[in-house]
């Protein structure tokens, strides 16, 4: 059943070849879903250390319709950045937190952390189902386990997470159904 959502999935994002990173979070479910936040972490594959992470939450939350919605974060100017200034996303996501520490971050501008996060990659995205999370929600995306992961199941949903990548374009993509 995974590999099936999966190739679903693959049909839908590989449509979109001109964008070389790419954030999607499609919502098949019935119920509306709110993102709370979007994170970033370092490329492990590039540099070492845990910091900076950027995280989106400080804008307001974003609702992704039921049945058919979708939220993408994209930017084909740069084949190698996270797209923290996505000027085609609605809602544009105009600030990030800067987390520099555990006790330490600033609010930077999208096109601040564009330059900033250069070495950034997708960590996770912070998403509730139904008004509040009254159906449940979690932490999807590249780490495991509890409510946080690949995959979650909760109240009439279940949400998945993988990355697609050929060459240079890599496609974070999380689907609720």
Same mark, same amino acid.
């Not at 994209?74 to 990030?96: C, G, H, L």
């Not at 937190?97 to 952390?113: C, D, H, K, M």
């Not at 070495?119 to 008004?131: L, M």
């Given at each position: 059943? !995974?590999?099936?959502?999966?190739? +679903?999935?693959?049909?839908?994002? /590989?449509?979109?070849?001109?964008?070389? !990173?790419?954030?999607?979070?499609?919502?098949?479910? *019935?119920?509306?879903?709110?993102? =709370?936040?979007?994170?970033?972490? $370092?490329?492990? #594959?590039?540099?070492?250390?845990? @910091?900076?992470?950027?995280?989106? *939450?400080?804008?307001?939350?974003?609702?992704?319709? &039921? /049945?058919? =919605?979708?939220?993408?974060?994209?930017?084909?100017?740069?084949?190698? %950045?996270?797209?923290?200034?996505?000027? &085609?996303?609605? $809602?544009?996501?105009?600030?990030?937190? %800067?987390?520099?520490? $555990?006790?330490?971050? #600033?609010?930077? $501008?999208?096109? #601040? #952390?564009?330059?900033?996060? &250069?070495?950034?990659?997708?960590? @996770?995205? !912070?998403?509730?189902?139904?008004?509040?999370?009254?159906? /449940?929600?979690?932490?999807?995306?590249?780490? /495991?386990?509890?409510?946080?992961?690949? @995959? +979650?199941?909760?109240?009439?949903?279940?949400?998945?997470? *993988?990355?697609?990548?050929?060459?240079? @374009?890599?496609?974070?993509?999380?689907?609720?159904?």
């Amino acid at each position: 059943m !995974k590999n099936l959502i999966l190739t +679903i999935v693959l049909c839908l994002g /590989g449509t979109i070849g001109y964008s070389q !990173k790419a954030f999607y979070f499609y919502n098949f479910s *019935s119920y509306n879903v709110e993102i =709370g936040g979007v994170v970033t972490m $370092p490329d492990p #594959a590039t540099i070492g250390g845990t @910091y900076p992470f950027y995280d989106s *939450s400080v804008s307001s939350l974003i609702t992704v319709p &039921a /049945g058919t =919605g979708v939220y993408t974060l994209e930017n084909n100017t740069n084949i190698y %950045r996270f797209p923290f200034n996505s000027p &085609a996303s609605s $809602p544009y996501i105009a600030d990030w937190y %800067r987390i520099t520490g $555990p006790f330490t971050l #600033a609010i930077v $501008p999208s096109n #601040a #952390a564009w330059v900033l996060g &250069a070495d950034q990659v997708f960590h @996770y995205v !912070k998403f509730q189902v139904g008004t509040t999370g009254i159906y /449940g929600g979690g932490n999807l995306g590249e780490f /495991g386990g509890g409510s946080q992961g690949d @995959y +979650i199941q909760g109240n009439g949903w279940i949400a998945i997470y *993988s990355t697609f990548q050929s060459g240079t @374009y890599i496609e974070y993509t999380c689907v609720i159904f």
